[in-house]
């Protein structure tokens, strides 16, 4: 039996788990995103970005599975990354 979604603490809506890219300094295979494009903090960060960095980016929220360490995962479109979710 797997384990039930994580929930985003942006919208509680289920995370998927996303497979890690090699190139990514990360010991797990995957970690836990949030991929609902009405997520405030995936909504919200639109914008930030493009005051800080002058760049069309947002950024989605990702959870360690192992460590339990969050933070954004950076994304240029609705579309980026999502195929790299575990199906």
Known sequence: MS???ERCPHCDQPMERWVIPDELP???EWHWVCFNDDCPYYVKGWKWMEEQFG???SYR???NPTSKEYGPLAVW???ALRDRIMR
């Open 55 to 57: 760049r069309p980016a």
């Open 61 to 63: 929220h990702r959870k």
């Open 26 to 28: 990360f010991d797990e």
């Open 77 to 79: 479109s609705a579309q």
């Open 3 to 5: 384990e039930p979604n």
